[in-house]
């Protein structure tokens, strides 16, 4: 009697034991397999493609000297739901005819540090309307698409 109880608890500890090691095995692969997680670089690549072909992506050297007397700067940055979630309302506003030029300013990228504290730009997203070198309008976070200025 002794020996069959003895041999029914191997048997049971032999199964706990090749239980635990498939559901290891099947854990191990499944991380494994899992995608890999979105670099920095990707993030931003896919944020850019995402902006609409009317705004202009530019750096801060590129924008030292503005194109136009009235704009919209629309600075944003990569990792930010909110910039991401304003992209469509700011697409629908500069497929407007009277629709202004929006500049896009990338608050993560290191060359436009400078520009961003220059700015007091202190969250994102942020659009600012210059005219002829001056702010004349500022707004931080979500954007309802009527606030946004037009050409007269």
Same mark, same amino acid.
């Given at each position: 009697?002794?020996?069959?109880?003895?041999?029914?608890?191997?048997?049971?500890? *032999?199964?706990?034991?090749?239980?635990?090691? %498939?559901?290891? %095995?099947?854990?191990?692969? =499944?991380? &494994? $397999?899992?995608?890999?997680? #979105?670099?920095?670089?990707?993030?931003?690549? +896919?944020? %850019?493609?995402s @902006?609409?072909?009317?705004?202009?992506?530019?750096?801060?050297?590129?924008? !030292?000297?503005?194109?136009?007397?009235?704009?919209?700067?629309?600075?944003?940055? +990569?990792?930010?739901? %909110?910039s991401?979630? $304003?992209?469509?309302?700011?697409?629908e506003?500069?497929?407007?005819? +009277?629709? @202004?030029?929006?500049?896009?300013? +990338? !608050? /993560?990228?290191?060359? =436009?540090?400078?520009?961003?504290?220059?700015?007091? *730009?202190?969250?994102?997203?942020?659009?600012?309307? /210059?005219r =002829?070198? #001056?702010?004349?309008?500022? &707004?931080?976070?979500? @954007?309802?698409? =009527?606030? @946004?200025?037009t *050409?007269?």
């Open positions: 009697m002794k020996k069959r109880k003895r041999v029914g608890f191997i048997t049971f500890g *032999i199964a706990i034991v090749s239980i635990c090691s %498939i559901i290891s %095995i099947a854990l191990i692969k =499944n991380y &494994t $397999l899992a995608p890999e997680e #979105e670099t920095k670089q990707d993030v931003k690549t +896919n944020f %850019i493609a @902006l609409p072909q009317q705004m202009k992506e530019v750096s801060s050297e590129a924008f !030292v000297s503005p194109r136009e007397d009235d704009y919209l700067i629309f600075y944003y940055s +990569n990792d930010c739901i %909110i991401e979630n $304003l992209v469509p309302s700011i697409e506003y500069s497929s407007k005819s +009277n629709a @202004l030029p929006i500049y896009a300013i +990338n !608050v /993560m990228d290191e060359e =436009n540090e400078k520009l961003v504290e220059q700015e007091h *730009i202190i969250g994102t997203p942020t659009v600012i309307h /210059m =002829n070198g #001056e702010e004349v309008w500022r &707004t931080i976070g979500k @954007l309802d698409l =009527n606030q @946004l200025p *050409i007269l």
